[in-house]
């Protein structure tokens, strides 16, 4: 398996300021852009973001048929029904980047029993994202 194989899985997003989103989450949370593609009026049609072989894909929240299924939260320190969770190789270093770039820090960073090194923060519109270095790809160790 090469070191960044392509996901099958993507989760898609909307956001209310989408230029922003896009923003943030390359600077707090190490993302990188693929692809972006705006309309005339200047509204993020489609944008792809890649992280460690992972990709996300986000639009603006606007008035179609596919907003009607799925929003941003509506609040943005309420539950969400589903986050992502992001492996990466220093989890101190990765909450620093967020914490510098203006995170919201909402389980702290810790270590937990079963080896991982993690912590949970939210973007600006309430998305609730996961970081840490369990890595369920890795081999299991003998023990």
Known sequence: MSEHP???IIP???YRDTHAAIDFLCRAFGFERHLVIESDEGLIQH???VFRGGMIML???????????QR???DAGGPVHQSPYL???D?????QRAVEAGATIVRPLE????GSRDYSARDPEGYLWNFGTYDPWAEPSEG
């Open 6 to 8: 392509r996901s099958a």
């Open 12 to 14: 898609t997003l909307r």
């Open 47 to 49: 944008a792809q973001l």
């Open 59 to 69: 639009g603006s929240d606007r008035d179609d048929a596919f907003s009607k299924m």
């Open 72 to 74: 941003p939260p509506s």
């Open 87 to 89: 492996v990466v190789e």
């Open 91 to 95: 989890a101190d270093a990765h909450h």
């Open 111 to 114: 270590d937990q029993e079963y």
